[in-house]
Nanobody, 126 residues
Framework: QVQLVESGGGLVQAGGSLRLSCAAS????????MGWFRQAPGKEREFVATINWSGGNTYYADSTKGRFTISRDNAKNTVYLQMNSLKPEDTAVYYC???????????????????WGQGTQVTVSS
């Protein structure tokens, strides 16, 4: 069983920054790819960013590239999402997800992930 707990969401003005954290427990965190997704009201869940097991490979959605940075600290079993230059359209519930494939690369589809956190709300005001 894997538990993922997100934190760091909140209310921020457009142009501001937030850093989300996702703490993982229950298995060998360092062997698995991790991802961030988001879901705005009335919209489908969408991919934000992903990072492979070592942290050496990352991939971003076009809408977040250049503004968001995903990283991980395997010693702390934690993955991060640094969000800069936030826009009102970034408002959503942000979810952390874990792949169940050992030594995987950078999965970009929600169906490729096996474990999900409960989500953290990010609201960007204009």
């Amino acid at each position: 069983q894997v538990q993922l707990v997100e934190s760091g969401g909140g209310l921020v003005q457009a142009g501001g920054s937030l850093r989300l954290s996702c703490a993982a427990s229950g298995r060998t965190f360092s062997r698995y790819a991790m991802g961030w997704f988001r879901q705005a009201p009335g919209k489908e869940r969408e991919f934000v960013a992903t990072i492979n097991w070592s942290g050496g490979n990352t991939y971003y959605a076009d809408s977040t590239k250049g503004r968001f940075t995903i990283s991980r600290d395997n010693a702390k079993n934690t993955v991060y999402l640094q969000m800069n230059s936030l826009k009102p359209e970034d408002t959503a519930v942000y979810y952390c997800a874990a792949d169940n494939t050992e030594w995987g690369n950078t999965p970009r589809n929600s169906y490729e992930y096996d474990y999900w956190g409960q989500g953290t709300q990010v609201t960007v005001s204009s």
